[in-house]
């Protein structure tokens, strides 16, 4: 059984909005720093947001900050990401990761070389 799966991408135009769903499993939602990330075409993967539910702590990267937002409901074990203000340079393949909670306090929830499971990824496409 998948320990990650994203849902909610889709095609917007210039200036719209999309939620993103990560499903995760019971084992693993409050014992890691759950991160959403996204990646472009020829394009390495970059960090946008992450959660640590046990706390509950969030934080942004600089490309999300006043226009996304990463929340969850407990009882479903379902992590979102609210965008809004969508750009065409948002564009790329989201996906859900999760690293060693420790990093939702630290700098090293950015890196996605040190995440240790992935979802599938869902797409998300804006055009102008």
């Known amino acids: 059984r998948a320990q990650l799966v994203e849902s909610g991408g889709d095609s917007v135009q210039d200036g719209g909005s999309l939620r993103l769903s990560c499903a995760v499993s019971r084992s693993i939602y409050t014992n890691y720093c759950i991160g959403w990330y996204r990646q472009a075409p020829a394009k390495e993967r970059e960090a946008v947001a992450a959660?640590?539910?046990?706390?509950?702590?969030?934080v942004y990267g600089a490309s999300a900050k006043g226009r996304f937002t990463v929340s969850r409901v407990n009882a479903n074990y379902t992590i979102f990401l609210r965008m809004n203000n969508l750009h065409p340079e948002d564009s790329g393949t989201y996906y859900c990761g999760a690293s060693p909670h420790a990093n939702c306090y630290r700098n090293d929830w950015t890196r996605p070389s040190l995440v240790e499971k992935w979802g599938q990824g869902t797409p998300v496409t804006v055009s102008s």
């Open positions: 959660i640590y539910t046990g706390a509950p702590r969030t």
